[in-house]
């Protein structure tokens, strides 16, 4: 059997996933009270694991971006602040400089990861506040109308 040389490079492309979802965590954790939720140590983990597998997941098998992008609109209804994100974007892109494959480092480098999961999250997110503004907004119109 003749392995190609990209079906080779691809099937050697090994992530190790404890390491990046410890990276995560430990992102997690240094912005877990500027979170808008109060996130438990526990969901910590649980978030950290999922995004590793996902992130894992699209390095091995280039992933569409799709699911990146829906993953990063999750993270706002996981209560995730700026800050988080921004802690995980740089987890992410840390993990990628430092691997010894070349396509990996190139994910950091052309932000083929980071750009999905941040537009999810800043869509989502504007969402989310437009959604606030007019609970807001209605709430204020009772009141007036309850005078």
Not at 65 to 85: C, F
Request: charged share 20%; proline share 1%.
């Amino acid at each position: 059997m003749i392995i190609s040389e990209s079906n080779y490079t691809q099937s050697t492309r090994m992530i190790d996933h404890e390491h990046l979802a410890l990276e995560l965590k430990q992102a997690l954790r240094a912005t877990m009270f500027s979170s808008t939720l109060r996130v438990a140590p526990r969901h910590l983990q649980q978030l950290a694991d999922q995004l590793a597998t996902l992130i894992a997941h699209a390095l091995e098998h280039d992933l569409d971006a799709t699911i990146l992008y829906n993953h990063g609109a999750q993270l706002v209804a996981d209560g995730l602040s700026h800050r988080a994100i921004l802690g995980i974007t740089l987890a992410i892109n840390r993990f990628c400089w430092n691997h010894n494959d070349l396509d990996v480092q190139q994910a950091a480098i052309n932000g083929s990861l980071i750009q999905p999961i941040l537009e999810g999250y800043m869509h989502a997110r504007e969402a989310h506040l437009l959604r606030e503004q007019e609970l807001t907004r209605k709430a204020l119109d009772r009141a007036r109308l309850e005078r």
